[in-house]
């Protein structure tokens, strides 16, 4: 019997033969934005820089989506902030985690004690907890009032 190899979303590959092969959430976007454009795997492939073949297996979870490759597809295609942001919340699903980029705050140690606080613990919150957290950020997002360079919750 071949060796079993693990893939993306608990598949398993043995041998020559993939048990399954499913199309991902960040799959789904990019046939989509295919479909869209008229465009066939190959000249998105090419627009984007990449082979068929790997493209495919992006779009069907055999292949772990390159870090820049949202940024990539969002230059190439015009995305505006928000289907950017659909790609990148995609993509997070496939992967199963999310990078966090502190941009000017990076060198603050209270800011990335922070994050991994929260990364530590996320997975031990209930979903009314989550539901909070959520509609917090949405308020904070919306408030748009900033002081001494952070917004004020």
Known sequence: MGKSVGLPGGRQKTGWCEVMAEVTAFGK???KMRIDCSEVLGDMAKRL???AAYLS???N??????DDFTARIAAEYGLDEAQKNGLDEAK???KGAVDVKFNE???EADYVETAVMFARDFSRLSVEQVNELKELLKRFESS???FNG???V
């Open 150 to 152: 952070r917004a004020a």
């Open 57 to 59: 297996s992006i779009e």
């Open 29 to 31: 976007i990019l046939r």
């Open 49 to 51: 820089k990449v082979s």
């Open 61 to 66: 979870g055999l292949r772990e989506i390159p």
């Open 105 to 107: 705050q990076k060198t």
């Open 92 to 94: 997070a699903k496939v």
């Open 144 to 146: 748009g009032e900033c």
